[in-house]
Structures are given as C-alpha cells and as structure tokens.
Nanobody
Framework: QVQLVESGGGLVQPGGSLRLSCTAS????????IGWFRQAPGKEREGVAC????????YYADSVKGRFTISRDNAKNTVYLQMNGLKPDDTAVYYC????????????????WGKGTAVTVSG
C-alpha cells in the first residue's frame, strides 16, 4: 500500500520561506513522477510542481516559477518543495501526489495522494 506523508507547513510572513517534504512508502520502483498540488479555500486544486524522470521535464506552475524549487531524493523516497518569496496567494493546503511520468500533472491523473500540509502566508 502506497502512503505519502507531507510535513513542513506552517505560518510564515510574506517574503518568507518554507520547505515542504513528502516521504513515500510502498512504491515498488523509481518509475514515477512525484510532486505537489495545492488547494486554497473555495478554489480548485491546482498543480504546483512535479519532479519526473528522464526524459520527462520538471513542471512548475507559472505562478511559482522562480520562487519554488522541487527536488527529489530517490534513496530516501522523498520529494521537497523549497518555497521562497512567499505571498499571501500561496496560502493553501499543499498535497503530495504520485503518478505515471507520462501523464499530465493534473489532479485527475494522480494515482496516490497524501493528506496535505497547511501553509499560511500572513503578517
């Protein structure tokens, strides 16, 4: 059974930084894409960033390009999301997810989900 466990959320002031982590267990190979979605109150869940495997590219939503960086440690089955220059619009619950590396990074294509970690940018 695949499980994804997120951590690292919290309250931060605008302009601040946070690093989210997601550790996966139960995956039987490294052939998967892993990354992040977020859902703000009253809004649809949206893709934030995805780390895939060669030859598939890394994905970033336009709204986070240049501020967020995704990285992946296959030895630890962990993916990270370094978030810098945080804005109030980044406030959301952030979810980790996995999928085939061949699919588009949209919620309906995901195979497994974590329970989420809340990020609040305020101050």
């Amino acid at each position: 059974q695949v499980q994804l466990v997120e951590s690292g959320g919290g309250l931060v002031q605008p302009g601040g930084s946070l690093r989210l982590s997601c550790t996966a267990s139960g995956l039987i190979s490294d052939y998967y894409a892993i990354g992040w979605f977020r859902q703000a109150p009253g809004k649809e869940r949206e893709g934030v960033a995805c780390s895939s495997i060669s030859p598939y590219p890394t994905y970033y939503a336009d709204s986070v390009k240049g501020r967020f960086t995704i990285s992946r440690d296959n030895a630890k089955n962990t993916v990270y999301l370094q978030m810098n220059g945080l804005k109030p619009d980044d406030t959301a619950v952030y979810y980790c997810a996995t999928a085939s590396p061949r699919v588009q990074w949209t919620p309906s294509n995901m195979d497994f989900w974590g329970k989420g970690t809340a990020v609040t940018v305020s101050g």
